[in-house]
Structures are given as structure tokens and as C-alpha cells.
């Protein structure tokens, strides 16, 4: 890989944790967090891709299972790949759902990089590798994403973070669908000590991706590897597809959590936007209308006003996402 083909944030006086600029980057070392429940078909396609990386420091694979039974035959994987690649399988000792599951992971983990990768993605090959020539040249980052690859009917959807806009302030603007947990990697001391792990309380887990991501930025800059080197692929097995109630309500937990959010009206008129479209898909019609108006008053040419005033005139929000995800986008 050249140095174009790596794209650098860095960012204005990045905190510290340790001895140096580049001390972090000594232990390359990774585990990679894969939380899964019922969907042993796709885990494996995931494990796949993590196996292929080819990386110049040992590798361990943290499986951790939430509420289901564990495979335990997993851990056989490693032997075919060889000193330096471990399999630990585990259950969730958290709390049900996927922030308990991932923290469970990260608890086990032992070594200096965290990553993650969700059961229905795919790493593709060289993803570790551009990410850790992006923290090298990059010596305040403590975290690092990739681009994306959006699999949706068959189809491949390039999606590229502009690291220009990876700060706090640009995830308080938009959320970035771009920046993928199955893309993320983090320093693990950094995580656990400045950080913090997954927040757990966020119902139903749902956007504890987001929540994460925030408050990385908060704290460190972030690389981006400019490539597209993981796939993730959309489809309706998904556990947060069309679960309206507990994206509203989630929702609602982010703009509490960050207060922030009032100096960002575009950013916040996004999220309740997202509100609406929920409400209106649960049949609330009202109260719909009611974050409709708020949403309009924040931000007027928000782009999911016309969305949640057509459901809740009638149009099924199902449809809605599906049109949405042909071109790589969601509600």
C-alpha cells in the first residue's frame, strides 16, 4: 500500500495515555470482539474474514454469545491457523443484548488493540494492515476506521469517511454511516481508562455504535484508512430492523446524554427526524406530528421531515427503508 492510499486525521492536540506519541503502536497485537446470537451461518463467513488478515502481530478472536448456546468448536479454528491466532469463545456475562455482549468480550480480551466485527459483516483483506499504517503516520490517534462496503440486493455501495469531519463535533452533526463498529479499532488501554466501555444502558443497544463514537472522539483523534475494507451487509435478519419503539427510545437517550447536541441544530433536527419517522411507523400519529414541528424548527430542510410526514400519512416506513438502502442509506 502507497501513502495515498491512506487518508490521515490528524487531530489538534490529541490527548495521551501512555509514554509517547508512538509507544501505543510497540504492542500490535488485537483482539477482535465478535458478538453473535442464533446466526452460526454468518458468523462464520465473519471469522473467515478475520482468519485471512495477514498482520505481523498475534491476533485473538473473543466470540462471545448472547442468549444462545456457545459453539465451543470455534476455538478449533486456531489451530489451523498457526502460533500467533487464538479463538476464545465465551457467553454474554453482561447484559442482555449486544453493549453487554461486546463488553463481556473486551473483558476477556488480553490484548493492545480492541476491534470489533459484527456477525454479518466481512473483513476484507488488508483491513488491520491499512489501519495500523494510518495510526503510524497519524501519532495522536489513539482509534481507526475504514471505509465500507454496503452489500444490499446483490449490490456493492462504496461508503468513505471524510477525515476532515471524524471529530466529536462532525458525529454531533451526522451520524456517519460510513464509520462502521465492524470498521473500528481502538487502543485498548485508551478505551477502558479514557474512554469507557459500551454503554449498556442505551435501550435495546440500539446506536451504542454511535454513543461509542462520540465519546472516542472526545477524547482522541481518530485515523481513517482510505479504503473500503470491510462489507457489511444489509439485510432484513438484522436485530434492529424495523424495531420502531426502541429507536425511539434510544433516540431520546442520546439527546439526553449529550447535551451538545443543542449547539449542533442541523445534527439535532436529524435525530428527532429519525424520532418521527419512528413514531409515525408505530401509529402515533400525534406525537409524530408534535417532533415533526420540532424537527421543522430546528432545522427546516431536514430531509427526513418529508419521510415522517408521508407515514404518518399512511406510507409504510418498511418501504421507506428499503428504497433508502438500495442506495446505501438508512432512516
Same mark, same amino acid.
Given at each position: 500500500?502507497?501513502?495515498?492510499?491512506?487518508?490521515? !486525521?490528524?487531530?489538534?492536540?490529541?490527548?495521551?495515555?501512555?509514554?509517547?506519541?508512538?509507544?501505543? !503502536?510497540?504492542?500490535?497485537?488485537?483482539?477482535?470482539?465478535?458478538?453473535?446470537?442464533?446466526?452460526?451461518?454468518?458468523?462464520?463467513?465473519?471469522?473467515?474474514?478475520?482468519?485471512?488478515?495477514?498482520?505481523?502481530?498475534?491476533?485473538?478472536?473473543?466470540?462471545?454469545?448472547?442468549?444462545?448456546?456457545?459453539?465451543?468448536?470455534?476455538?478449533?479454528?486456531?489451530?489451523?491457523?498457526?502460533?500467533?491466532?487464538?479463538?476464545?469463545?465465551?457467553?454474554?456475562?453482561?447484559?442482555?443484548?449486544?453493549?453487554?455482549?461486546?463488553?463481556?468480550?473486551?473483558?476477556?480480551?488480553?490484548?493492545?488493540?480492541?476491534?470489533?466485527?459484527?456477525?454479518?459483516?466481512?473483513?476484507?483483506?488488508?483491513?488491520?494492515?491499512?489501519?495500523?499504517?494510518?495510526?503510524?503516520?497519524?501519532?495522536?490517534?489513539?482509534?481507526?476506521?475504514?471505509?465500507?462496503?454496503?452489500?444490499?440486493?446483490?449490490?456493492?455501495?462504496?461508503?468513505?469517511?471524510?477525515?476532515?469531519?471524524?471529530?466529536?463535533?462532525?458525529?454531533?452533526?451526522?451520524?456517519?454511516?460510513?464509520?462502521?463498529?465492524?470498521?473500528?479499532?481502538?487502543?485498548?488501554?485508551?478505551?477502558?481508562?479514557?474512554?469507557?466501555?459500551?454503554?449498556?444502558?442505551?435501550?435495546?443497544?440500539?446506536?451504542?455504535?454511535?454513543?461509542?463514537?462520540?465519546?472516542?472522539?472526545?477524547?482522541?483523534?481518530?485515523?481513517?484508512?482510505?479504503?473500503?475494507?470491510?462489507?457489511?451487509?444489509?439485510?432484513?435478519?438484522?436485530?434492529?430492523?424495523?424495531?420502531?419503539?426502541?429507536?425511539?427510545?434510544?433516540?431520546?437517550?442520546?439527546?439526553?446524554?449529550?447535551?451538545?447536541?443543542?449547539?449542533?441544530?442541523?445534527?439535532?433536527?436529524?435525530?428527532?427526524?429519525?424520532?418521527?419517522?419512528?413514531?409515525?411507523?408505530?401509529?402515533?400519529?400525534?406525537?409524530?406530528?408534535?417532533?415533526?414541528?420540532?424537527?421543522?424548527?430546528?432545522?427546516?430542510?431536514?430531509?427526513?421531515?418529508?419521510?415522517?410526514?408521508?407515514?404518518?400519512?399512511?406510507?409504510?416506513?418498511?418501504?421507506? !427503508?428499503?428504497?433508502?438502502?438500495?442506495?446505501?442509506?438508512?432512516?
Amino acid at each position: 500500500m502507497t501513502t495515498s492510499d491512506v487518508s490521515i !486525521l490528524v487531530p489538534v492536540a490529541a490527548a495521551t495515555d501512555d509514554g509517547g506519541p508512538t509507544t501505543h !503502536l510497540a504492542d500490535r497485537s488485537v483482539s477482535v470482539i465478535i458478538a453473535t446470537r442464533d446466526r452460526p451461518h454468518l458468523l462464520r463467513r465473519a471469522l473467515a474474514g478475520v482468519l485471512a488478515q495477514r498482520h505481523d502481530a498475534p491476533v485473538e478472536i473473543v466470540v462471545v454469545f448472547d442468549r444462545c448456546e456457545p459453539d465451543h468448536s470455534l476455538a478449533e479454528l486456531a489451530t489451523d491457523e498457526g502460533p500467533g491466532v487464538d479463538v476464545v469463545v465465551s457467553t454474554n456475562q453482561r447484559t442482555p443484548g449486544l453493549a453487554g455482549a461486546r463488553n463481556s468480550g473486551i473483558d476477556l480480551a488480553s490484548r493492545s488493540w480492541i476491534a470489533f466485527c459484527d456477525d454479518d459483516d466481512e473483513w476484507l483483506p488488508g483491513k488491520l494492515q491499512a489501519q495500523f499504517e494510518a495510526l503510524a503516520g497519524s501519532p495522536g490517534c489513539r482509534a481507526a476506521c475504514t471505509g465500507i462496503l454496503i452489500r444490499y440486493e446483490g449490490n456493492d455501495i462504496a461508503r468513505m469517511p471524510d477525515p476532515d469531519r471524524v471529530t466529536f463535533d462532525g458525529f454531533l452533526r451526522d451520524r456517519m454511516t460510513e464509520v462502521h463498529p465492524s470498521s473500528w479499532l481502538v487502543h485498548r488501554q485508551t478505551l477502558v481508562e479514557r474512554i469507557g466501555l459500551v454503554d449498556e444502558e442505551i435501550p435495546g443497544s440500539y446506536a451504542e455504535d454511535y454513543d461509542l463514537f462520540l465519546r472516542t472522539a472526545r477524547r482522541t483523534g481518530i485515523a481513517v484508512a482510505g479504503q473500503p475494507l470491510v462489507r457489511v451487509w444489509w439485510h432484513g435478519a438484522s436485530y434492529f430492523f424495523e424495531r420502531w419503539k426502541m429507536i425511539d427510545e434510544a433516540l431520546g437517550y442520546l439527546i439526553e446524554k449529550y447535551p451538545e447536541f443543542d449547539r449542533h441544530p442541523d445534527g439535532l433536527a436529524r435525530i428527532r427526524g429519525q424520532q418521527a419517522v419512528a413514531q409515525a411507523a408505530m401509529g402515533e400519529r400525534t406525537r409524530a406530528l408534535r417532533t415533526i414541528a420540532a424537527t421543522a424548527r430546528l432545522h427546516p430542510t431536514e430531509k427526513r421531515l418529508p419521510l415522517a410526514l408521508a407515514v404518518a400519512a399512511g406510507l409504510k416506513a418498511e418501504s421507506a !427503508l428499503k428504497i433508502a438502502h438500495r442506495f446505501g442509506k438508512g432512516i
